[in-house]
């Protein structure tokens, strides 16, 4: 960019129109236009019952992730980095979310992903973007095995059909889960089963058919005729009635006592933010310029750090929560053929429209069925390939993805990451060092007559 400066760097993240569409003028411009719409509306399809079910995941309503997800695409769609990119809620905010809602209230998450948005847009303006990028595969992996444990052990109630709660911490989980599995009701299991058969089947047979919203079709004729009397716990028994004002805005307060534990967890849960929407974001643009062989203008990183400040800063306000980059819901939106940012701003429209007529049906979903489609996320969050590139490559890097994966579930997110970090940056050059005299020393044992 020419006259770099920090002016011409905001004017330039700030500009929606920054040669992300440039595709949208390849060919047919119809139906260029026809096929992000109907990438928009389907993706919207599919987001739904994942939005309302990590929503609800994290301590909060279902009609949280379904604005959510709305306002972050469009943000996202508006000021990010990457031209076919799909933002909303994931399942790698769950565990920071959920330990934020369990001490503090929705105003607070407000505050704490403010800042968090601050300085994602900091780090946008003085270009940290390929720093961030710099974090290595194997804890992302390991941290990505670590979230899918957190999210199926929290579904244990769910799963299990029951109205006791549910503790936080994986011990509590595990006990929860021997002392209740006698008392379990099958109908719920059986539910949650065909719930995450279905997810698995239908999204695999075409990317035009909404797995997840079939399977709460089935949940709500199911628990509204053949199982009406089987004592499924609805999400309206849990939750009351799902609204359709989606605008409501919640602004940020301030604690009403300073204490040190307080200031300490605002700036935990705002960093561990920070976190998580740099690092799945960035992953997520950088996959998606792979999957979608984009030969033109290629993402940004900066400007995708900028998105998502802009994303974390305005969609709580509008009582949701913290988004980011979801990569499996971009990489739908690539299949379905998106060629430009228009998918995200129609998702926006079509997945308001759509939860506005179905709220009624909404509520009378199982909880079971969001436990099957909550464990279809977590199971398809690990994938075998990632983690065999990782067991291919040193024991160094096996063993950050094994502590990460471990530490996780045990000691929360941003205790296992950050830890994680600090010791790839203490022992990274000591351990490369080590690798390049084994290998020095393997060469020279080869060419030995």
Known sequence: MKNDTLLNRF???????DGRYEDLKKGNITRNI?????AGLIVAAVAIPLAMGFAMASGLRPEQGIVGGAIAGLFGALFGGSKYQVYGPTAAFIPVIAGLMAVYNHSFLVLASGIAGIILMLSALFRIGRVVERVPHSIVVGFTIGIAIVIAFSQIGEVLGSKEKVGYGIIDQLRFLYNNIPSANIFAVLMTAITFIFCKIFLKMSSF?????????????????????????????????????????????LPESWT??????????????YIVAAI?????????????NNKGIPYNPNKELWGQGMVNLFTPLFNGFPHTGALARTSVNIRLGA??????????????SLAAFLAAYLEKVPMACIGGILLYVASGMVKMKEIK??????????????????????SGFMTAVVSAIMIYVITYRFFEKRKEVVLADEALAIEAP
């Open 11 to 17: 004017l330039f993240y700030m500009n929606p129109n």
């Open 389 to 410: 590139q990782v067991t291919s490559s040193t024991r160094y890097h096996i063993a950050l993805m094994s502590y990460t994966a471990v530490m996780v579930p045990v």
């Open 339 to 352: 060629v430009s940012p228009l998918s995200g701003i129609a998702k926006f429209v079509f997945k308001l």
């Open 280 to 292: 799945e974001s960035l992953l997520c643009s950088r996959m998606a310029d792979r999957v979608a």
């Open 260 to 273: 040190s534990k307080v200031i300490f967890d605002l700036f935990y849960f705002a960093f561990a933010i």
């Open 209 to 253: 058919i909404p797995g997840p919203l079939i399977a709460l079709a089935f949940g709500f004729i199911a628990g509204q005729t053949f199982w009406a009397d089987k004592n499924l716990i609805l999400i309206a028994d849990k939750y009351g009635s799902i609204p359709t004002d989606f605008f409501v805005i919640t602004p940020p307060l």
């Open 34 to 38: 026809a096929k992000d719409l109907t």
